[in-house]
């Protein structure tokens, strides 16, 4: 019985952040390309099979990354506000940091 609660909790925070990271870029044209959304898919349940403290810190330190990464194009005037590059990297150091950082705080 408290293996199937312990599944459960890890499969809603699996549909959580796969939620998230689906629907938030939906509104924005030239948000995620779809090739990213596949890899967040996948990401969010990985992660979400791990609970929710990684799933949280992962999903954190991708976007952190991704942010740190475009500030620092926009400031060096290699890119625009408006510049498109890959997001999947970023994604899965995130994914990574998530897993390393997350199981050391446990």
Do not use: E, Q, T
């Not at 599944?7 to 796969?18: L, T």
């Not at 625009?80 to 897993?99: E, H, I, M, Q």
Request: charge should be positive; hydrophobic fraction near 55%; proline fraction near 4%.
């Amino acid at each position: 019985m408290l293996w199937h609660m312990v599944s459960m909790s890890r499969g809603w925070a699996a549909d959580v952040a796969d939620g998230a990271r689906f629907i938030g870029p939906c509104p924005m044209r030239g948000g995620l390309g779809l090739g990213d959304v596949k890899l967040a898919l996948g990401l969010g349940a990985v992660l979400g099979w791990y609970g929710w403290p990684i799933l949280l810190i992962g999903v954190f330190a991708g976007f952190l990354f991704g942010a740190v990464y475009g500030i620092g194009l926009v400031m060096a005037g290699r890119a625009g506000r408006r510049s498109r590059f890959a997001f999947g990297p970023f994604l899965l150091a995130g994914a990574l940091a998530g897993v390393l950082l997350g199981s050391s705080m446990s």
